[in-house]
Antibody
Framework: QVQLQESGPRLVKPSGTLSLTCHVS?????????WAWVRQLPGKGLEWIGE???????NYNPSLENRLRMSIDKSKTLFSLNLSSVTAADTAVYYC????????????????WGQGALVTVSS | EFGLTQSPDTLSLAPGESATLSCRAT???????VAWYHQRPGQAPRLLIY???NRAAGIPDRLSGGGSGTDFTLTFSRVEPDDSGMYYC?????????FGQGTNLQI
């Protein structure tokens, strides 16, 4: 069974950088899937942040891309998120997600989710 | 800008009743890459339906998804207490893969 687990500081100062890592078990990062981040602002809905492929290719949400950087480490089966110049508006629960590719439907569904990490931006 | 609007915002039902949740897109995406998720408080979203009408692994057949174009639905033939929580639709065919604002289902 594929499992994902977020780790990283839960408190970040304004103007600092939010850094999270997602540890993957039960799968290889080199498989044919995208590895994504989704966040949920307090009491609100869900927002896709971006995603990375095993070859390092990325797609970023245009609303965040000038502050965003993602990386992947296949040997350690983990991928990471860095969001710079954070403000209180970036306080949210951050989820890492495997977007699973299935040949017969040719879609990349958001199938496996981590439990989420609440990151608070505050001085 | 592409967006999704869900209705109703809140739905209160008794166990055993049927229900239909709606998800309307602002424009036709040209595909049926629409998913539905269930989220309980303090938990991650769980994939229920993908590609508009396919149940994910472990999802009972009393749930079904349908629709095309700009209108999609999630239907419960009968609801159970464990179905309580937030339901989100999502278009995942092209970035930024927007989500609807959610429907709060109370059983």
């Amino acid at each position: 069974q594929v499992q994902l687990q977020e780790s990283g500081p839960r408190l970040v100062k304004p103007s600092g950088t939010l850094s999270l890592t997602c540890h993957v078990s039960g799968d290889f990062i080199s498989t044919n899937h995208w590895w994504a981040w989704v966040r949920q602002l307090p009491g609100k809905g869900l927002e896709w942040i971006g995603e990375i492929y095993h070859d390092g290719g990325t797609n970023y949400n245009p609303s965040l891309e000038n502050r965003l950087r993602m990386s992947i480490d296949k040997s350690k089966t983990l991928f990471s998120l860095n969001l710079s110049s954070v403000t209180a508006a970036d306080t949210a629960v951050y989820y890492c997600v495997r977007r699973s590719f299935y040949t017969w439907t040719r879609d990349y569904r958001f199938e496996f989710w981590g439990q989420g990490a609440l990151v608070t931006v505050s001085s | 800008e592409f967006g999704l609007t869900q209705s109703p915002d809140t739905l209160s039902l008794a166990p055993g009743e049927s229900a239909t949740l709606s998800c309307r897109a602002t424009q036709n995406a040209g595909n049926t890459y629409v998913a539905w998720y269930h989220q309980r408080p303090g938990q991650a979203p769980r994939l229920l339906i993908y590609a508009a009408s396919n149940r994910a692994a472990g999802i009972p057949d009393r749930l079904s998804g349908g629709g095309s174009g700009t209108d999609f639905t999630l239907t419960f033939s009968r609801v159970e207490p464990d179905d309580s929580g937030m339901y989100y639709c999502q278009q995942y065919g092209f970035p930024p893969y927007p989500f609807g604002q959610g429907t709060n289902l109370q059983i």
